[in-house]
């Protein structure tokens, strides 16, 4: 499996906003916490920027175990790690959910298109029994390799901020 620990979500156990990335990078499989790494710095800015940090939302993904040469997850890994998703689902109720990235709005939303097409779009959908607004936004760590993307990317999570009601300012 090469994996070293299981990563679970973190953050604010009463949190209605939930960020679902990927799965566990070579940091997080280290540190045993999602969003760690650099792209985790992107995260961690663009939640600042919108006025809150890593402690006042929930930061989860699609699968809790890294998999193996940083590759994305397999559609089976997705399933089998569903029930965690659906469990956290069940104990947070969230209201608003930000999807991270384009296989993150494929394995939950089956959505297909292109990031440019999806990053920013909202719908409302119900996920695990849970009616929410669910924001696709671009993954962090593009904004590592493409600089462009950082002021969308920041827009969308203000946005899930503020849909949340969590904005200070
Ligand atoms: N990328 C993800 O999708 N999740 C993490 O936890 C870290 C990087």
Redesign the pocket.
């Known amino acids: 499996m090469g994996r070293t620990q299981v990563?679970t979500g973190t953050g604010a156990q009463s949190s209605r906003l939930v960020f679902i990335?990927?799965?566990?990078?070579r940091?997080?499989d280290l540190q045993g916490?999602?969003?760690?790494?650099r792209?985790?710095m992107v995260l961690n800015s663009a939640l600042a920027s919108a006025g809150v940090t890593r402690d006042d939302v929930y930061?989860t993904?699609?699968v809790k175990c890294r998999p193996p040469d940083n590759r994305k997850p397999r559609k089976d890994e997705v399933s089998a790690c569903s029930m965690h998703l659906e469990s956290e689902f069940s104990h947070l109720r969230p209201s608003v959910v930000c999807l991270?990235?384009q296989s993150?709005a494929k394995g939950i939303l089956d959505e297909d298109r292109s990031m440019a097409e999806l990053a920013g779009t909202e719908r409302t959908v119900t996920l695990w029994g849970h009616d929410v607004r669910a924001f696709i936004s671009y993954?962090?760590?593009a904004c590592l390799y493409t600089r462009e993307n950082v002021d969308k990317f920041d827009e969308t999570i203000r946005i899930c901020v503020e849909a949340a009601g969590l904005s200070r300012r």
């Open positions: 990563v990335g990927e799965a566990p990078g940091d997080e916490e999602p969003f760690v790494g792209a985790g930061i993904n699609l991270l990235g993150v993954h962090p760590a």
